[in-house]
């Protein structure tokens, strides 16, 4: 691994336990033979690197870099060839954390403008102890908030470089890494600057959906599609349910449904019966959407809003499932 953590200053980088002079440290742990040292990197990246719901801390980005390196370094799971797909799922979090849309100007403006009051912000919550960074929050008063959105700003910048450390693995010899591929693409290439890509990358996962073997990895790579405005209509008849709520969370069926449902609560139970049946833009029917394990996908009271919720939980763990599932059998050869 070409060694960048020395390229970053870690000391005013802070996780979510507090300050990052550590972080660099657990990714490297991953390629060594340390297995208490392995167990315990692999869980700081997960638990103290990625914020939740989607969102990022001041080391994410520097962290980010580290694993699009571990990615194609021979030392990373010789054994565990599971390893490179949770790597893959991470830069899939990090792609969710970056994607600020039409926002990223106005922080990078509101982070220029207070550039001095943040970098004072941040020296004093890395010096303090836990009680008063956790004072820090409470009080409120601080630019803490901008600083997350820096963050998420940094996250935004290292985008091009991540999507182009992924898109080899989209043409691996493994299903399940080109699905893990394929989900962090999903979400990195949501960034401005690949849109001109989003066209071919459109292409070759609805290739990749079509040839899937496995109702998880179809899940998987029909979320990444609907993630870049992709057609995801042709899986709103797949015979599995989770397939088919992953095709109906795209944003343009999200509309749909819940354009279908606000007619039909005025059009009789009859018409609520049909609900779900006719494919947007087409003429062809599909069965409406069926329960998933003890979820109702389709509510009685007809909910657009409740409905898609219940979608995107069924569907959640498909994004990075993959990845953390294969790797958690084979992790317990190392204890």
């Known amino acids: 691994m070409n060694d960048r953590s020395h390229e970053v200053d870690?000391?005013?980088?802070?996780h979510a336990s507090g300050p990052a002079g550590d972080t660099p440290l657990h990714p490297a742990a991953l390629l060594g033979d340390d297995a208490k040292a392995f167990v315990a990197g692999y869980s700081h990246l997960w638990s103290a690197t990625l914020r939740r719901q989607g969102k990022a801390w001041p080391a994410t980005a520097p962290t980010a870099l580290l694993v699009a390196e571990l990615l194609d370094n021979p030392l990373l799971g010789p054994d565990?060839?599971?390893l490179p797909d949770a790597m893959l799922a991470y830069l899939y979090?990090?792609?969710v954390a970056a994607d600020l849309g039409d926002r990223a100007?106005?922080?990078?403006a509101r982070v220029r403008d207070r550039a001095p009051e943040l970098r004072a912000w941040t020296a004093e919550?890395?010096?303090?102890?836990?009680?008063?960074?956790?004072?820090?929050?409470r009080d409120g008063t601080g630019p803490g908030e901008l600083v997350l959105d820096q963050a998420a700003l940094a996250c935004f910048d290292l985008v091009p470089v991540l999507l182009r450390r992924t898109l080899p693995h989209l043409a691996s010899e493994r299903a399940r890494r080109r699905t893990c591929a394929a989900a962090a693409v999903g979400s990195l290439a949501r960034h401005p600057a690949a849109s001109g890509q989003r066209p071919g990358l459109l292409d070759q996962l609805t290739s990749m959906a079509r040839a899937a073997d496995s109702p998880h990895d179809l899940a998987t790579i029909v979320i990444a599609i609907g993630h870049l405005d992709g057609d995801t209509r042709p899986w709103l008849a797949d015979a599995h349910a989770g397939v088919r709520a992953c095709a109906a969370l795209a944003t343009d069926l999200q509309t749909h449904v819940r354009e279908a449902v606000a007619s039909s609560a005025s059009a009789g139970p009859g018409h609520r019966r049909r609900l779900g049946r006719t494919v947007p833009g087409r003429g062809r029917r599909t069965p409406p959407l069926q329960p998933h394990g003890q979820r109702t996908l389709c509510p009685r009271r007809y909910d657009a809003d409740t409905a898609v919720t219940s979608a995107r939980?069924?569907?959640s763990a498909a994004r990075t499932n993959a990845a953390m599932s294969s790797w958690s059998g084979s992790s317990s050869q190392r204890r």
Do not use: K, N, Q
């Open 10 to 14: 870690w000391s005013g980088l802070f």
């Open 80 to 82: 565990d060839p599971s």
């Open 93 to 95: 979090e990090v792609g």
């Open 105 to 108: 100007a106005e922080i990078r």
């Open 125 to 137: 919550y890395v010096s303090t102890d836990a009680d008063g960074r956790a004072r820090m929050w």
């Open 313 to 315: 939980s069924s569907a």
